[in-house]
Each structure stands twice: as structure tokens, then as C-alpha cells.
């Protein structure tokens, strides 16, 4: 693995703050715990940006008019049963 | 731990039509999914071409969540066909969940929920699958 040197330059409290949360989460120094911090807060910035795009999704289904399946569980059920018999008939029946 | 999610947890979570699926759909990042390519094609049908284009583009970014196109084993839909599944296609999703190894496969379909009974994985509700995610009974992918 590449690695780039850095210097870091942090006022006096953040890196009083960086030491002790070190010690309380028993981390061996300060750069494990600084990598592993930013790994999980890129994590969250992930999926926090999925969850936009998951939301964007659900606006534009809404917005035409949904799935068009029914009312009800039992009636999106029923109408999805009857989408995979079709699609397996006319895709998949000749396999099995 | 690998899960496979029926389509109607993708049409009632994308609908916002039940907490629990729509939930299940957050989760997905965070989760190892498997899901035949007839799934997919269920969920998408009544979707606009950029709709399904947004579908894919979200799988693709969950790490986890792969979609399997390769066909079921012919014996193993055998053996589901005789479990008196309603229709042979249920049979090919219980005989892909045994395939792909999943632990649980999560549906609301009733069908599935009463009558798919088998050792090979478990058929749970979205909302049992979320009791048992967050009490840490079933951990990330």
C-alpha cells in the first residue's frame, strides 16, 4: 500500500480531545484512530448519499402515479403473483 | 449472514406503503442480498426507463447486494415444486434461496410465509427481520 506523509498542524484542545477519545476507545495511538474515524465517517457520507437517491427514487414513483398495482397489500400481492406467473411462463418455464 | 427480499418489500418500501419494507430498503447498504434477475424484473416492469435506470444505479452502490442471473438448478425447483407452492415460479425463488445459501428470505407473501416451510433458510416479515436486526440476532452483511 502507498502511503503520503502528512503534517498536521490542530489547535491545543482538538488534539487534547483526539488523545483522550485514544485512550477511553483503547486505541494502540493516534493514527489508527484518526484512519478508523474517517473510514467511518465516509461510510456514513455513503450512505447517507444512497438514502438521497433512494428518497428521489420514491418522489419520482410517486409522482407518476406509483406502481399501479393496487390499492391495498392483498391487491399488490395478488397483481405481483400474477406478474411472476406471467414473466415465468413467457421467460423462465422452458428451463424447468 | 445472506438474505434475499421478495419484490413486493421493493414495491411497498419504494411505494413508502409499509415502515418495515421501506425500512428494509435503508438497510440495504448494509446488508449481503442476493436476488434472481426475476425479482428485479417483477419490481421494474411498471417503472419508467429512468425509474429502472435508478434502481440498478442503487444496487450497484449497495457493496453487498448482488443480482444472479444464472438459472436455478433444475432439482432443486423440483424439490420445492413439491412443497404445493401455488404457482411453479414460487417454487424457483424457494429453490434459489436454498441455491444462493441465504438464511432468510423476506416476503410478505403469505404463501411463502405459511407454506414454504424448509431447514434450507427461514421465510420471515420485514418486521421480524428488523426485530432481529437490531437486536443483533442478525448482523450485517
Redesign the interface.
Known sequence: MSTQEIVWTVPDSLYRELSWAKEELAFPDLRDFISQAVQRRLAEL??E???R??R???Q???T?G????GDT?DE??TN??E???E??EA???H?? | MRICIDSNQFIFGISGSDAASEELMLLLPYLEVVLPRLILKEVTRNLSTSQVKALYTLFNQAAHVAIIDEPVPVDLVAKYVRFNLPQKADAVIGAFAEWQEVTHLISDNRHFLAELQTTAFEVISPNEFLRRFYKKEISYG
Not at chain 1, 406509483?66 to 398495482?69: I, K, P, V
Open positions: 455513503r450512505h448519499a444512497w438514502q437517491e433512494f428521489h427514487l420514491q419520482s414513483v410517486a407518476t406509483g406502481f399501479g398495482l397489500k399488490v400481492i405481483l403473483r406478474i411472476r406467473r414473466i415465468f421467460e423462465y418455464a428451463l424447468y
